[in-house]
């Protein structure tokens, strides 16, 4: 699954790892900009919020919100975090680092996306996170 901007800023979902239950446990995250590339393997924790419950609710109030909205990982290895602006314009700032300790290393993007792609983005999310449930879905239809 991949978010990208106009200003060759692009953020990837991808490899997943699934375990012996259909569970998706890891998969990895790629930031890319102008000259830099970033990719993390991220543990799929079953407890907490998901990001796709971010990315649910941030669809949900598509017309706009006070603040910053964000999203840590479990583990700790990213964080998302959501504003808004009255012309309907999202900047999405996603933050990675590789642990808590040293020698480590970060980085992190931000790109505009319009409000009209977020229940898209978090539809494309569900699919990614819950295969199972996706195939399950289909095969009962």
């Known amino acids: ?9 692009s953020v990837e979902f991808h490899s997943p790892e699934m375990n012996s239950e259909g569970w998706l446990e890891y998969y990895s995250l790629s930031l890319s900009g102008r000259a830099m590339n970033s990719t993390i393997r991220v543990c799929n924790s079953p407890y907490g919020k998901s990001p796709s419950e971010f990315f649910s609710m941030l669809a949900a109030n598509w017309q706009g919100w ?3 909205k964000e999203w840590v990982a479990l583990e700790g290895e990213y964080k998302m975090s959501a504003k808004s602006d009255s012309t309907g314009h999202i900047t999405l700032t996603i933050k990675v ?3 808590n ?3 480590f290393w970060g980085s992190e993007v931000a790109m505009i996306i319009e409000a009209g792609q977020l229940e898209a983005i978090a539809h494309e999310f569900k699919r990614f996170l819950y295969p199972t449930a996706n195939n399950q879905r289909q095969s009962d239809a």
């Open 1 to 9: 699954m991949k978010i990208s901007s106009d200003n060759e800023i």
């Open 66 to 68: 006070k603040g910053e």
């Open 97 to 99: 680092w590789s642990g």
């Open 101 to 103: 300790w040293e020698p």
